[in-house]
């Protein structure tokens, strides 16, 4: 048995399915708070995203006492006066105007992907559960999610109430506000700043607020006085008479991990006087003693693990941050951040109601199946990246170059992280995110590679204490248990599977494991080794250096020089060894990229649009065999990560990626790119493919990549308003010509041929058949015919309602145009008049050879005027009119315009007098591929007639050969019919 597996039983924690007990639910109350995150303020540097939403201000319910409404006593109204006399109350006016400003910032995160909300309106919090020491040491009982989610509240108490007399009524003045990462605390801080800033916190007649992480990174001597006004100059008229009157003060310390606090008096010294200079950790302590200022009052914030940092002689109440417990108000949350106006941008207004409400319609209903993305919305900061995905995903009508999911992602975790170490007390300083990288990121990635998003309790403890050797290592994992466990794993929610862990956000597993994998954490044991014999060899050789250099001037050895080079070998020997990693990444993101067993799936933006809204319809049984687990995520994740703004991010959470790592992983991994996308992929996959490279943000890169694609079909891909974007901009990396791009079935509209305007224009080949274009588009497609730089060639518009105000638009188009050769409106409602439109432009073109007018509903009188104009034309030779309502006396009639006489043949039926049309497998063939997609009663009908006109035919004519033709070609209706009215076509 190794080491690591005999410690697991000296570990407090136990089992690691008591990880499920600390994520006890409760209910949540509702008042005033802030939106996710502030940047640039002294007192938050890392910014915390969290639960922000908008509510009228009679909604708010506060719970636990009046604490908002309670009268000022009449020492407090002194102390007031006192500081008027001596002009101090304008002082704090300045204070909380600057606070104000300070505070309500908004991160560039919460402004790029929605509507910015003031600290100053009110919102829903999460629930805070008075607690107690005891309890946060003893055991708790075995939970699993679904039993949080419907476990009654217990204990609630009001952010506003936190400093009311306890429950044997003792005044409290200390108070311990904790939470795991993700549950809001530095948010709800800073909203109870602002509330005070507006007079919503008449308890205190001052409020100071400090960062602990900046207290952190100053050991200077520095009295408090000084302390304050460093950081708040406005309080320069204030400050003394701070400990000289009854003044209600309330310091504010935030995130008290970062600091390491000896309480013991021969650790920390007695400090009693404000004026008097001493460490700032000295200050901190003796203000928590009340040794220090005994009247002030103090909330500090901290994460689970550091709590018992603070001797519970000192602390008035424990207070914990539970998140949101009650899929009621996660709905509220979404309902109004995702109904606020201007979500869904500029220049749709028109509809974004009814999308918005559809889209909150979705999601509600997702979340009453309390299924995982309940249980990821149980933390605030869950319920912000889920807006954000939507916002992504639904609102952004064109992407910026350096707006990606990967970068959302990225983001997220700054929002989370920013500046934060695992555990201050330890030497090795470690930051949270790199041990998350190190070890989330190792079970992730093995998850990937054998396909599962489930892991036992097995599988915990082989990722995380397998390799566990000293203290200081098992105190870092006792850290990461209590603090960050839950914000990235919980427990499952599938029946039968509730002792097992998933990831909270199941796109999380994916990006973790890309993250493990693009810093190099997976290596073979020869990489490892030759990594650490490099860095040993190395340092000998630099020792060698001194000495050689030393003994060189006394006795000038000539051995000494040939065996220092010998020794500088080893280190670059082991150097190539450990770096061929490079080689490694960069074909597991190939190979991942085009494995071919994730063919056929959806594309990866409606794979993540599932995962938050659900699919519509039954649940499946949970007795079925659920399909296979799809991560084709994860190479997109890794070629984002590659990019250098989420290098720069990720820089900032301790995760370093040079350049030229990255620079060496893209030129390992282009050949084998550019080829293996030579060879065709569906669809889906090539959206990926385009997906990827938009995520990878290196235009050299994607541009030799895209240089190789002259075919992209994205035939029945619902090309969103951010597909139509991405496209757009992977496409724009070059100007080549392309030869063919399908987007049939592709729920296209107006306003997405705007956004592929540019790539449209280099494509000799156009499908946009079934796409519901109306005559709005055909607006557009007028404006690119007539563009000097198009080069559409073929264009087919086939079953999309133009209508007549459609064709007025293409018959301008045709006018105007000098590329188009061949072009298709079959069963596009032209009718009468709009044929009569493109007849009446059709002698100004020269350049078209083939017109497809095919079941339009055009009788005699509109198909031969198009064939007369037709016959006229100077290379315009066929004209197909099948399916239409022609007579036989107007089949007749265009029968007689004949190639030789008239040079244009007119496709009408299946026969060309006594014989049968050359043209004939054409026809059934068009009517065949469109046959599910036309009304059936109609086409029908169209089938009989053909029959009947081809035995009408068959009939009159004595050739065996031919009577031989006319019945395999009946053959092919009469089963075409049967199939129709089977309805197995």
């Given at each position: 048995?190794?080491?690591?597996?005999?410690?697991?039983?000296?570990?407090?924690?136990?089992?690691?399915?008591?990880?499920s007990?600390?994520?006890a639910?409760?209910?949540?109350?509702?008042?005033?708070c802030?939106?996710?995150?502030?940047?640039?303020?002294?007192?938050?540097?890392?910014?915390?995203?969290?639960?922000?939403?908008?509510l009228?201000?009679?909604?708010?319910?506060?719970?636990?006492?009046?604490?908002e409404?309670?009268?000022?006593?009449?020492?407090?109204?002194?102390?007031?006066?006192?500081?008027?006399?001596?002009?101090?109350?304008?002082?704090?006016?300045?204070?909380?105007?600057s606070?104000?400003?300070?505070?309500?910032?908004?991160?560039?995160?919460?402004?790029?992907?929605?509507?910015?909300?003031?600290?100053?309106?009110?919102?829903?919090?999460?629930?805070?559960?008075?607690s107690?020491?005891?309890?946060?040491?003893?055991?708790?009982?075995?939970?699993?999610?679904?039993?949080?989610?419907?476990?009654?509240?217990?204990?609630?108490?009001?952010?506003?109430?936190?400093?009311?007399?306890?429950?044997?009524?003792?005044?409290?003045?200390n108070?311990?506000?904790?939470?795991?990462?993700?549950?809001?605390?530095?948010?709800?801080?800073?909203?109870?700043?602002?509330?005070?800033?507006?007079?919503?916190?008449?308890?205190f007649?001052?409020?100071?607020?400090?960062?602990?992480?900046?207290?952190?990174?100053?050991?200077?001597?520095?009295?408090?006085?000084r302390?304050?006004?460093?950081?708040?100059?406005?309080?320069r008229?204030?400050?003394?008479?701070?400990?000289?009157?009854?003044?209600?003060?309330?310091?504010?310390?935030?995130?008290?991990?970062?600091?390491?606090l000896?309480?013991?008096l021969?650790g920390?010294?007695?400090?009693?006087d404000?004026n008097?200079?001493?460490?700032?950790?000295?200050?901190?302590?003796?203000?928590?003693?009340?040794?220090?200022?005994?009247?002030?009052?103090?909330?500090?914030?901290?994460?689970?693990?550091?709590?018992?940092?603070?001797?519970?002689?000192?602390?008035?109440?424990?207070?914990?941050?539970?998140?949101?417990?009650?899929?009621?108000?996660?709905?509220?949350?979404?309902?109004?951040?995702?109904?606020?106006?201007?979500?869904?941008?500029?220049?749709?207004?028109?509809?974004?109601?009814?999308?918005?409400?559809?889209?909150?319609?979705?999601?509600?209903?997702?979340?009453?199946?309390?299924?995982?993305?309940?249980?990821?919305?149980f933390?605030?900061?869950?319920?912000w990246?889920?807006?954000t995905?939507?916002?992504?995903?639904?609102?952004t009508?064109a992407?910026?170059?350096?707006?990606?999911?990967?970068?959302?992602?990225?983001?997220f975790l700054?929002?989370?992280?920013s500046?934060?170490?695992?555990?201050?007390?330890?030497?090795?300083?470690?930051?949270?995110?790199?041990?998350?990288?190190?070890?989330?990121?190792?079970?992730?990635?093995?998850?990937?590679?054998?396909?599962?998003?489930?892991?036992?309790?097995?599988?915990?403890?082989?990722?995380?204490?397998?390799?566990?050797?000293?203290?200081s290592?098992?105190?870092?994992?006792?850290?990461?248990?209590?603090d960050?466990?839950?914000?990235?794993?919980?427990?499952?929610?599938?029946?039968?599977?509730?002792?097992?862990?998933?990831?909270?956000?199941?796109?999380?597993?994916?990006?973790?494991?890309?993250?493990?994998?693009?810093?190099?954490?997976?290596k073979?044991?020869?990489?490892?080794v030759?990594?650490?014999?490099?860095?040993?060899?190395?340092?000998?050789?630099?020792?060698?250096?001194?000495?050689?250099?030393?003994?060189?001037?006394?006795?000038?050895?000539r051995?000494?020089?040939?065996?220092?080079?010998?020794?500088?070998?080893?280190?670059?020997?082991?150097?190539?060894?450990?770096?061929?990693?490079?080689?490694?990444i960069?074909?597991?993101m190939?190979?991942?990229?085009?494995?071919?067993?994730?063919?056929y799936?959806?594309?990866?933006?409606?794979?993540?649009?599932?995962?938050?809204?659900?699919?519509?319809?039954?649940?499946?049984?949970?007795?079925?065999?659920?399909?296979d687990e799809?991560?084709?995520?994860?190479?997109?994740?890794?070629?984002?990560?590659?990019?250098?703004?989420?290098?720069?991010?990720?820089?900032?959470?301790?995760?370093?990626?040079?350049?030229?790592?990255?620079?060496?992983?893209?030129?390992?991994?282009?050949?084998?790119?550019?080829?293996?996308?030579?060879?065709?992929l569906?669809?889906?996959?090539?959206?990926?493919?385009?997906?990827?490279?938009?995520?990878?943000?290196?235009?050299?890169?994607?541009?030799?990549a895209?240089?190789?694609?002259?075919?992209?079909n994205?035939?029945?891909?619902?090309?969103?308003?951010?597909k139509?974007?991405?496209?757009?901009?992977?496409?724009?990396?070059?100007?080549?010509?392309?030869e063919?791009?399908n987007?049939?079935?592709?729920?296209?509209?107006?306003?997405?041929?705007?956004?592929?305007?540019?790539?449209?224009l280099?494509?000799?080949?156009?499908?946009?058949?079934?796409?519901?274009?109306?005559?709005?588009?055909?607006?557009?497609i007028?404006?690119?015919?007539?563009?000097?730089?198009?080069?559409?060639?073929?264009?087919?518009?086939?079953?999309n309602?133009?209508?007549?105000?459609?064709?007025?638009?293409l018959?301008?188009?045709?006018?105007?145009?000098?590329?188009?050769?061949?072009?298709?409106?079959?069963?596009?409602?032209?009718?009468?008049?709009?044929?009569?439109?493109?007849?009446q432009?059709?002698?100004?073109?020269?350049?078209?050879?083939?017109?497809?007018?095919?079941?339009?509903?055009l009788?005699?009188?509109?198909?031969?005027r198009?064939?007369?104009?037709?016959?006229?034309?100077?290379?315009?030779?066929?004209?197909?009119?099948?399916?239409?309502d022609?007579?036989?006396?107007?089949?007749?009639?265009?029968?007689s315009?004949?190639?030789?006489?008239?040079g244009?043949?007119?496709?009408?039926?299946?026969?060309?007098g006594t014989?049968?049309?050359?043209?004939?497998?054409?026809?059934?063939?068009?009517?065949?591929?469109?046959?599910?997609?036309?009304?059936?009663?109609?086409?029908?009908?169209?089938?009989?007639?053909?029959?009947?006109?081809?035995?009408?035919?068959?009939?009159?004519?004595?050739?065996?050969?031919?009577?031989?033709?006319?019945?395999?070609?009946?053959s092919?209706?009469?089963?075409?019919?049967?199939?129709?009215?089977?309805?197995?076509?």
């Amino acid at each position: 048995m190794s080491r690591a597996m005999q410690c697991q039983g000296c570990l407090s924690w136990g089992s690691w399915t008591q990880l499920s007990r600390s994520l006890a639910g409760e209910c949540v109350w509702m008042c005033c708070c802030s939106p996710p995150g502030a940047a640039g303020s002294c007192f938050l540097r890392k910014i915390l995203c969290t639960n922000s939403i908008s509510l009228p201000r009679g909604y708010v319910q506060n719970q636990g006492g009046s604490g908002e409404h309670s009268v000022q006593p009449s020492s407090s109204r002194r102390a007031l006066a006192q500081l008027r006399n001596v002009d101090s109350s304008g002082a704090i006016k300045k204070h909380q105007k600057s606070l104000s400003a300070w505070f309500s910032h908004q991160p560039n995160e919460e402004r790029q992907f929605g509507p910015s909300f003031s600290l100053d309106a009110v919102h829903v919090d999460p629930v805070i559960r008075e607690s107690s020491l005891e309890e946060i040491l003893k055991p708790s009982p075995e939970l699993t999610i679904q039993n949080q989610l419907q476990q009654s509240c217990r204990q609630v108490i009001s952010l506003h109430n936190l400093f009311d007399a306890d429950a044997c009524g003792r005044q409290v003045q200390n108070v311990v506000l904790y939470g795991t990462v993700g549950t809001g605390k530095s948010t709800l801080i800073k909203k109870m700043v602002v509330d005070w800033c507006h007079g919503r916190l008449p308890r205190f007649e001052l409020v100071i607020p400090f960062s602990c992480e900046d207290l952190s990174h100053s050991h200077a001597p520095i009295s408090l006085r000084r302390l304050i006004t460093k950081k708040y100059q406005h309080l320069r008229d204030v400050v003394p008479l701070l400990g000289t009157s009854n003044l209600k003060v309330l310091f504010i310390l935030n995130g008290l991990e970062r600091l390491n606090l000896d309480f013991r008096l021969a650790g920390t010294e007695l400090c009693c006087d404000p004026n008097e200079p001493v460490p700032p950790s000295t200050i901190v302590v003796n203000l928590i003693r009340k040794y220090l200022l005994p009247e002030a009052s103090i909330i500090v914030t901290t994460r689970p693990s550091a709590v018992r940092r603070v001797p519970g002689k000192y602390v008035g109440r424990y207070a914990e941050i539970c998140g949101f417990s009650d899929t009621n108000l996660q709905k509220l949350y979404f309902q109004m951040r995702l109904s606020q106006p201007g979500c869904s941008g500029e220049g749709r207004r028109d509809r974004s109601s009814a999308e918005q409400e559809n889209l909150v319609e979705m999601l509600s209903r997702n979340l009453e199946r309390h299924n995982q993305i309940t249980t990821a919305c149980f933390l605030p900061s869950y319920c912000w990246l889920v807006c954000t995905m939507l916002h992504f995903l639904y609102f952004t009508r064109a992407v910026p170059p350096s707006q990606t999911l990967t970068g959302i992602y990225t983001s997220f975790l700054r929002l989370n992280f920013s500046g934060e170490v695992l555990d201050s007390t330890d030497p090795s300083n470690i930051s949270m995110m790199k041990y998350v990288a190190k070890t989330v990121g190792k079970l992730a990635y093995e998850g990937v590679m054998s396909r599962k998003t489930c892991f036992s309790e097995e599988d915990l403890q082989q990722c995380f204490e397998v390799e566990m050797k000293t203290e200081s290592e098992l105190n870092l994992l006792e850290v990461f248990r209590s603090d960050v466990f839950r914000f990235f794993l919980s427990p499952c929610v599938q029946p039968g599977k509730e002792h097992t862990f998933v990831f909270t956000i199941p796109a999380m597993q994916e990006y973790l494991a890309a993250l493990y994998v693009v810093l190099g954490e997976k290596k073979t044991l020869a990489q490892r080794v030759g990594k650490e014999l490099s860095e040993i060899f190395g340092k000998v050789s630099e020792d060698v250096a001194v000495v050689v250099n030393i003994v060189s001037k006394v006795l000038p050895w000539r051995f000494l020089p040939v065996l220092f080079n010998l020794l500088k070998i080893f280190p670059r020997y082991f150097s190539r060894l450990s770096g061929k990693d490079k080689d490694a990444i960069a074909h597991t993101m190939a190979e991942e990229l085009f494995k071919e067993e994730d063919y056929y799936n959806d594309d990866v933006l409606d794979q993540i649009n599932s995962s938050i809204l659900g699919v519509e319809g039954p649940m499946p049984h949970p007795d079925e065999t659920p399909d296979d687990e799809v991560f084709e995520l994860f190479p997109i994740f890794m070629g984002g990560i590659l990019s250098r703004r989420n290098r720069a991010i990720l820089e900032q959470l301790g995760c370093s990626i040079k350049n030229l790592a990255a620079f060496e992983i893209a030129k390992a991994m282009k050949k084998t790119v550019i080829r293996k996308s030579r060879k065709g992929l569906p669809p889906s996959e090539l959206m990926d493919y385009l997906f990827f490279l938009h995520e990878f943000q290196n235009e050299r890169f994607t541009a030799e990549a895209i240089r190789s694609l002259r075919t992209v079909n994205l035939s029945s891909v619902k090309m969103t308003p951010l597909k139509c974007s991405v496209l757009a901009s992977v496409m724009s990396t070059t100007s080549h010509e392309v030869e063919e791009l399908n987007l049939t079935s592709c729920h296209l509209d107006a306003t997405s041929l705007r956004t592929l305007f540019p790539v449209l224009l280099r494509c000799k080949s156009l499908h946009l058949q079934l796409n519901s274009l109306s005559s709005d588009a055909c607006q557009e497609i007028r404006d690119l015919l007539l563009h000097d730089k198009c080069v559409v060639s073929n264009l087919r518009l086939g079953n999309n309602p133009l209508g007549e105000e459609g064709a007025q638009f293409l018959a301008e188009a045709l006018a105007g145009n000098r590329s188009l050769t061949s072009l298709s409106l079959l069963h596009t409602a032209l009718g009468d008049r709009g044929a009569e439109l493109i007849a009446q432009h059709l002698p100004q073109n020269q350049h078209l050879q083939e017109l497809n007018l095919g079941y339009n509903a055009l009788t005699d009188t509109a198909a031969l005027r198009v064939v007369e104009v037709a016959k006229k034309h100077e290379k315009l030779d066929k004209v197909h009119l099948y399916l239409n309502d022609i007579s036989e006396d107007g089949k007749r009639a265009l029968h007689s315009l004949r190639m030789d006489r008239d040079g244009v043949r007119a496709l009408v039926f299946l026969t060309a007098g006594t014989d049968v049309s050359d043209y004939w497998s054409h026809i059934l063939n068009v009517v065949q591929r469109n046959l599910p997609f036309w009304d059936r009663d109609r086409v029908r009908q169209h089938l009989a007639l053909l029959l009947q006109d081809l035995e009408s035919s068959r009939r009159q004519t004595a050739n065996p050969w031919r009577k031989a033709k006319f019945l395999r070609v009946e053959s092919e209706v009469k089963k075409m019919l049967a199939k129709q009215q089977e309805g197995t076509l």
